[in-house]
């Protein structure tokens, strides 16, 4: 079963950009590479323009000397699996809304974290809270556990 999540970075005026990651969404995955690889605007920017993604990885793009599509067996250690690049599936772009509020109000019933990217810092809120009507965003660092950061990368 996979761990579904909504990676969104805030703008200002242009609202919330937001993708959807089908796997290991959880903080100690996704919440740690985020927040260890993905610190700089225009990374995230071309994370977000990548579109619905498979899997997040340390890296945004592959090596353009190397093969990497979306099948197991042809994939690139590290980079980010992404449905439109890697599979050529259509319509897979992110999604834009003025507000949080409406960016919450629109999330599917499976979601089960939503990172978000303001003022410089990266922010999750688990969607399974009991409180439905609101998301309640703690700082990443928070909520990942380096015990399960060790056994899922070794670091």
Known sequence: MSTRSHIAI?????????????????????????DTYYACQQKIADLIDLGG???????????????HRFDYNQRQPGVTIAYGRDRGEKDTGATCYETLEEW?????????????????????????????DTLTFKHVRSMINPEHVQRIFGT
Request: proline letters at 9%.
């Open 104 to 132: 919450h109000a629109a999330m599917w019933p499976w979601i089960d974290y939503a990172y978000l990217y303001v003022g410089g810092t990266w922010l999750c809120a688990e969607v399974t809270d009991p409180d439905k």
């Open 53 to 67: 993604l498979s899997l997040l990885g340390e890296h945004v793009h592959p090596d353009p000397n190397k093969p």
């Open 10 to 34: 805030l703008n200002g005026a242009e609202g919330v950009r937001t993708i959807y990651c089908h796997s290991d969404g959880y903080p100690a995955h996704n919440g740690h590479i985020l």
